[in-house]
Nanobody, 123 residues
Framework: EVQLVESGGGLVEPGGSLRLSCAAS????????MKWVRQAPGKGVEWVSG????????LYADSVRGRFTISRDNAKNTLYLQLNNLKTEDTAMYYC????????????????RGQGTQVTVSS
C-alpha cells in the first residue's frame, strides 16, 4: 500500500522559512518522480515543484522559483521541500504526490497524494 506522510508545516511570519518532509512507503521510491502541490482556501490545486527519480532533475513553478528547493533522499525514502522567503500568498495546504514514472517531474499528474501539511504565512 502506497503511503505518503507529510510533516513540517506551521505558522511563520513573512520572510521566514520552513522545511517540509514527506515519508514514502509501499513502492520503490527511487523509481518515481515526486512532486509537491498546494491548495489555498477557495482555490484549485497548484503544482509547485517536481524532482526526477534520481534527484538530479528538478523544476519549479514561476511563483516559487528562487525561494523553494526540492530534494530527495532515496536511501531514506523521503522527499523534502525547503521554503525560504515565505510570502502570505504561499499560505496553503501542501501535498506530497507520487509521479507515474521516473521522468514525469515536469507535469502535475500524479497517482497518489498524502494527507497534506498546512503552511500559514502571516504576521
Amino acid at each position: 500500500e502506497v503511503q505518503l506522510v507529510e510533516s513540517g508545516g506551521g505558522l511563520v511570519e513573512p520572510g521566514g522559512s520552513l522545511r517540509l518532509s514527506c515519508a514514502a512507503s509501499g513502492f520503490t521510491f527511487r523509481a518515481y518522480a515526486m512532486k509537491w502541490v498546494r491548495q489555498a482556501p477557495g482555490k484549485g490545486v497548484e503544482w509547485v515543484s517536481g524532482i526526477g527519480g534520481s534527484g538530479v532533475l528538478t523544476l519549479y513553478a514561476d511563483s516559487v522559483r528562487g525561494r523553494f528547493t526540492i530534494s530527495r533522499d532515496n536511501a531514506k525514502n523521503t522527499l523534502y521541500l525547503q521554503l525560504n522567503n515565505l510570502k502570505t500568498e504561499d499560505t496553503a495546504m501542501y501535498y506530497c504526490v507520487k509521479g507515474r514514472h521516473a521522468d514525469d517531474y515536469r507535469y502535475s499528474d500524479y497517482d497518489y497524494r498524502g494527507q497534506g501539511t498546512q503552511v500559514t504565512v502571516s504576521s
